[in-house]
């Protein structure tokens, strides 16, 4: 699948002083003259005015900028994906418009990254025959260097482009996955004093994947050693010295590694007659190489993935062939193989590095010891040196090295423990992860790993009580712990400690920056940085989450789809929530339908959620009804609105103590809105009373839930209009809110608090508190509590600004986490009724036409049948005439 990027204009031309740096992509047609010679040239014009609309519309998909044209292309790109994008579909596209004339039409190509100059040439110019823009620069020839020595159908870029491209491959989606990357050594350029490195990368059946041929002005940079004067002497050394010296003095592996490469772990091939060896050495290899900040491990949970899609068992034993295809499906450089077996009464650890595409070993090494508590020295000593083989510099290597003994336990029997509660987890059976776990912990006690590992198994059963206990062991350890793992348990701890939310967002950004592939830092940097407001740094972490590395991409996807729904940006939060579920295989999610509702398509929502598994069964089905409510109420479903959040609250009592209140919070907002004459204020007062509660127990581990609930429905009952209830609860529920370092609760909090001031006739007050709130990290409600604030003080061009705000936010309306989504209802609904608060506002401001066309985009947003009483009285208030339309429908009529 592409992306398809939205075309733009073509950009600014850069004045010729100002180096800029580009993406330069060179093509070149092959054999053009003789196609023309072949075909004749009426077929011939066809054919090339079929590659005209191709280029054309490549360049706006991919955001191309063309300069120049003949036989071949010359474009200029702002990002090198983009590039790398127009060429693949390029050479695909040679291939369609070549098929209907029995042509295989193919172009060379070459991409380069660097500095260009660029300029307009004059009119005059133009008019006699010159090109509309000039790039001149070094890139320029290195680019061309590059297409010239390319086969037909071969993409070849330089080592500045391939690592740039390589990293964002995932933005070409499924197609992006399957693209085929390979190293063509050093060569070197005539008039370039430094050999250069050379990449290919295409799809499997087009590209070639072949060496380049050489030529005069671009060839192999052969070492000295291995030119043929000195060959002859080598062999003869070699003759001499036989296989024993080359296998301690052979050459450097064939696989070039960049820095986050990824690489798959094998199955340990234990030749010894000790069973124990089997998972717990091979956990010591994973604990060992993911020490390492070179290059990346694939999980576990991935590697079974990937089994999956090949239709593999997930407890298929991962030999040098299953292991290489797995590699090669996920994109990772190597293989890493590793053995123990017995040899001369030692106790032998090796490895093997693979190159996967030859499934040839391009490294070894090995180290020997004596009995079975060598094995751990063996496996530091042997993953070093590999570490070291793969690129990492020396420095990098010590300091990112701590002994297994240390780090792990020098137990084999509790390595083994922790290697099958490690499994456990990845598989979801958290019951008997704990159990694996708890005998790791218990056979050494100082166990860091094992300790930290058991509270994360807890925290994903949903225990967070134990969990805590667990973490604090482990940060009493945090010392034996690698520095990744260190960092971990620091921000698990942090979400436990004083200004949790505050301390723990620090926490995982920072381990996110150090270590950008670890997928629990970024979505754990993704959902704090949501749940506090911060969209577009929520994106950037959930982006670099949904990788095809990472083993649970798909609820990665969902999260960035939820992001994007509350950027407003419906097309792509659709399309990242529907790939969430097909990479899932659960269907269509809560968030896809409410991504449908925020844009109005209450048909197509209606029709998904029917396809939905089991919507009303348990936890998930209660939290459904919280945006089946929403929903309902949104596409003007009063009466069946009603009974959904009444029913949800009913059957929420015997299943969560949290969903019971809030579904309880739901139902009287829901009532609210419909009826407010027929709500008693006792029932705002009671809600709050059952979350106070709850919220006033120091340890509950839903205290910051309740307390948002408490302080919602003293809210619910200032939109009521009444005060009392509020000025005789507030102090309850307010040190909890201020002591709880909850940005989201304290501005909660001060939406209360500016709330009263307006009811006791302050309205300016309130305004000045309210408008420091806006931020752009603010809650939904800062602004409809803003918009009221204004009114009161008679604003009335700054209260339809706010109005304008709360319309044009559905989707944030819709997802906005806070509080669990608590106030989700009263956000969608508000996006409605903003509308016809700006019809009464420009009314009042002697604005009749535009106070009319807002009315007619409430009616169009919500039904004239579908208004609730209240709403009807509403309107004939402020437009009379109204009064007689209005009469001819039943005052309770729901149309749908």
Do not use: C
């Not at 209140?661 to 705002?684: I, Q």
């Amino acid at each position: 699948m592409n992306v398809q990027p939205t075309a733009v204009a073509t950009p600014t031309v850069e004045p010729r002083d100002v180096p800029q740096l580009r993406t330069i992509l060179l093509t070149d047609l092959v054999d053009s003259t003789a196609l023309v010679e072949r075909l004749g040239d009426g077929a011939a014009a066809e054919l090339f005015r079929a590659h005209d609309r191709l280029v054309l519309q490549l360049q706006n998909e991919w955001r191309g900028r063309l300069i120049d044209r003949s036989d071949g292309l010359l474009l200029l790109f702002e990002r090198p994906i983009d590039g790398l994008g127009f060429a693949l579909d390029y050479f695909r596209g040679l291939q369609q418009i070549g098929a209907p004339h029995d042509v295989d039409l193919k172009a060379r190509a070459g991409l380069h990254v660097g500095e260009v100059l660029s300029w307009r040439n004059s009119d005059e110019a133009v008019r006699v025959g010159a090109k509309p823009i000039e790039v001149e620069g070094l890139a320029k020839p290195m680019a061309a260097r590059l297409m010239t020595m390319a086969r037909p159908g071969q993409l070849l870029m330089s080592a500045v482009a391939e690592p740039l491209t390589h990293r964002a491959a995932r933005e070409l989606g499924e197609r992006g996955q399957h693209l085929v990357w390979k190293s063509h050594g050093r060569w070197r350029f005539k008039g370039v004093p430094q050999p250069q490195q050379i990449f290919e990368v295409g799809e499997p059946g087009i590209t070639p994947l072949r060496a380049p041929p050489g030529g005069p002005k671009a060839w192999r940079d052969i070492p000295l050693w291995r030119r043929p004067a000195a060959l002859v002497a080598e062999l003869a050394l070699v003759a001499v010295i036989g296989f024993g010296a080359w296998f301690a003095t052979r050459p450097q592996p064939a696989i070039a590694f960049n820095q986050r490469d990824w690489v798959v772990l094998a199955d340990l091939r234990n030749l010894t007659d000790q069973p124990l060896l089997d998972d717990s050495l091979e956990q010591a290899f994973r604990i060992s190489l993911a020490q390492s900040r070179h290059v990346n491990l694939l999980s576990d949970l991935k590697t079974r993935d990937t089994l999956a899609r090949m239709q593999r068992e997930p407890d298929t034993g991962l030999d040098r062939a299953i292991a290489s295809e797995i590699a090669i499906r996920d994109g990772a450089r190597a293989v890493i193989l590793p053995t123990v077996a017995e040899v001369g009464g030692r106790l032998r650890v090796s490895v093997e590095l693979i190159d996967p595409n030859s499934q040839t070993t391009v490294y070894s090494d090995y180290a020997d010891g004596r009995g079975l508590e060598s094995a751990l020295a063996s496996i530091d000593q042997v993953t070093a040196s590999l570490r070291g083989k793969m690129g990492e510099e020396l420095d990098a290597l010590q300091a990112n090295s701590m002994p297994l003994p240390k780090v792990a336990t020098e137990d084999l029997d509790a390595l083994r423990a922790y290697a099958l509660g490690m499994q456990a987890l990845d598989e979801g059976r958290y019951s008997m992860a704990i159990d694996h776990l708890e005998r790791a912990t218990a056979l050494d006690p100082g166990f860091a790993m094992g300790h930290l590992g058991l509270a994360q198994v807890l925290l994903s059963a949903g225990d967070e009580v134990n969990a805590k206990k667990s973490i604090s062991e482990a940060m009493q350890l945090r010392e034996r712990l690698p520095t990744h793992e260190r960092l971990t348990v620091e921000a698990l701890a942090a979400g436990f400690g004083p200004q949790a939310e505050q301390a723990s967002a620090k926490a995982w950004r920072t381990l996110a920056a150090m270590y950008p592939d670890d997928f629990q830092a970024l979505e754990n940097h993704a959902w704090m940085a949501f749940s506090m407001g911060d969209y577009d740094d929520a994106r950037t972490a959930a982006l670099a989450a949904t990788s095809r590395h990472n083993p649970l991409r798909a609820a990665a996807l969902n999260m960035l789809g939820r992001i994007e729904l509350a950027r407003e940006h419906y097309a792509d939060a659709v399309r990242h929530l529907v790939e969430s579920g097909e990479i899932a295989g659960s269907g269509p999610s809560r968030q896809h339908v409410v991504a449908l509702a925020a844009q109005r398509r209450f048909a197509d929502a209606d029709a998904l959620a029917a396809n939905m598994e089991n919507p009303d069964i348990g936890t998930v089905g209660l939290i459904r009804r919280l945006d089946r409510t929403a929903v309902a109420l949104d596409g003007g479903q009063w009466s069946r609105g009603l009974a959904i959040a009444n029913e949800g609250m009913v059957a929420a009592r015997e299943v969560n103590e949290f969903l019971a209140v809030e579904l309880a919070f739901v139902d009287l907002a829901a009532r609210t809105l419909h009826a407010p004459d027929t709500v008693e204020a006792t029932e705002y007062r009671r809600v709050f009373d059952t979350a106070a509660a709850a919220a006033d127990q120091a340890d509950h581990p839903n205290r910051a839930e309740f307390a948002y609930v408490a302080l919602a429905s003293l809210y619910l009952s200032q939109r009521h209009g009444d005060k009392a209830v509020v000025e005789q609860a507030l102090p309850r529920i307010e040190p909890v809110a201020e002591t709880m370092g909850s940005s989201r609760l304290r501005q909660l909090l001060m939406i209360v608090e500016a709330g009263q001031l307006r009811l006791q006739g302050q309205p300016g007050a309130a305004v000045s508190k309210l408008q420091a709130m806006v931020d752009g990290d603010e809650l939904f409600q800062v602004h409809v509590a803003l918009r009221d604030a204004l009114l009161s003080d008679g604003q009335l061009d700054l209260t339809l600004e706010e109005d304008r705000w709360i319309a044009a936010r559905r989707g944030l309306a819709y997802t906005e986490p806070a509080g669990a989504q608590a106030l989700q209802l009263l956000n969608v609904v508000d996006t409605n009724l903003a509308l016809l608060d700006s019809a009464e506002v420009q009314q009042q401001a002697g604005q009749p036409q535009q106070a009319q066309a807002s009315l007619v985009e409430f009616q169009r947003a919500w039904p004239v049948a579908t208004w609730p009483d209240y709403l009807r009285r509403r309107v004939v208030a402020t437009f009379p005439a109204s009064k007689q339309s209005l009469h001819r429908l039943n005052v309770n009529g729901d149309s749908r």
